[in-house]
């Protein structure tokens, strides 16, 4: 799926002044959409593989909310911040995809167990889980993968202190700007960080979690 008029090359994104482009996009100018296309589409990009774990759909994602934001762009920047509406989108867009995959992995499943059982006997069914297990801290500090180690244990937070942490740490993004997207109260952010970073703590073996 492509973009009209939007490339792929990247540019740095503290360059750009978002105020003036969400002018432009208003306006109708395909250029200005392209130049926050180019400068917002890899950390987009990372952000939506760190739900749907697929390079391919990941890239489907990012396109399909800059062709909604081209679409619905005499409303550009008018309730805020552009980048905080884009991770709003790209977040909604890998949930919806995430519920519809389990909903077909659960009728493939059901299907399966009709066709070779005769019937359907049983009630329990399979979901899909959102992130893999954290890695043993210690191997991962022997095998000098640290960072590594760190994306998996965030991967293995829930939703929302997955989001905010991820937020928070590869995109440096402030708690107002996190609550926009997770539509919630920077208070609230602040919790989620907190308890985010006690959980990570535990995962990856840093520090024990009696008192904390």
Not at 5 to 22: C, F, H, Q, R
Not at 74 to 98: F, M, P, V
Not at 125 to 136: K, N, Q
Not at 179 to 196: F, G, I, Q
């Amino acid at each position: 799926m492509a973009v009209p008029g939007i490339a792929i090359n990247g540019s740095p994104v503290g360059s750009l002044d978002e105020s003036d482009l969400a002018l432009r996009i208003r306006a109708g100018d395909e250029s200005a959409c392209e130049a926050l296309y180019r400068a917002y589409r890899a950390p987009l990009w990372r952000f939506a593989y760190s739900y749907v774990r697929s390079p391919e759909v990941a890239e489907e994602l990012v396109q399909d909310v800059f062709l909604a934001l081209w679409r619905s762009r005499a409303e550009a920047g008018t309730r805020g911040s552009i980048r905080t509406w884009l991770y709003a989108a790209i977040r909604n867009q890998a949930l919806n995809h995430l519920r519809h995959e389990r909903i077909v992995t659960r009728l493939d499943e059901r299907a399966k167990r009709v066709s070779e059982d005769g019937n359907d006997t049983s009630g329990a069914e399979r979901t899909i889980a959102m992130g893999a297990p954290a890695p043993d801290a210690h191997s991962a500090i022997e095998a000098s993968e640290i960072d590594d180690a760190v994306m998996r244990a965030i991967a293995a937070l829930s939703e929302r202190r997955r989001v905010a942490m991820t937020l928070r740490w590869k995109h440096d993004m402030p708690a107002s700007e996190i609550a926009k997207v997770l539509d919630t109260t920077p208070e609230s952010v602040r919790v989620l960080l907190t308890r985010a970073r006690q959980d990570l703590s535990a995962l990856l073996g840093l520090i024990p979690t009696a008192g904390r």
